[in-house]
């Protein structure tokens, strides 16, 4: 069976209005491959920013960070960025987008 894991940036008080909204978005776009069982089974994470500045931006798809060392995965999101094209997840959800990655299989 497929899975969703959504985790949510931190922030004071955290988004959590967009974190629900992708989350909703992401079941509503998989909802009949689901019911069909033709869903592939895997496990996607979608990360959400929290924006105490700017807009969230995305989602975007990237691959899940191999080596996050010297990144500060747990800080605010800086949403007033205007990077394009993150390397993956931790690079996304820094420059305030909603990251959507598939979990790699053990």
Known sequence: MPALAVSQGL????DYASGVKAALAWLAEHRD???AGKAPVEV???NVPTCTAGAV???IEVPVATDATGRD???PS??????????????GL???YVTVSLIPAA
């Open 11 to 14: 922030g004071n008080p955290p």
């Open 94 to 96: 820094s420059n305030g």
């Open 33 to 35: 491959a689901i019911a």
């Open 44 to 46: 996607t994470n979608v």
């Open 73 to 75: 995965m747990l800080g």
């Open 78 to 91: 800086n949403c007033e960025s205007t990077a394009e094209a993150p390397a993956d997840d931790v690079d």
């Open 57 to 59: 931006r995305g989602p």
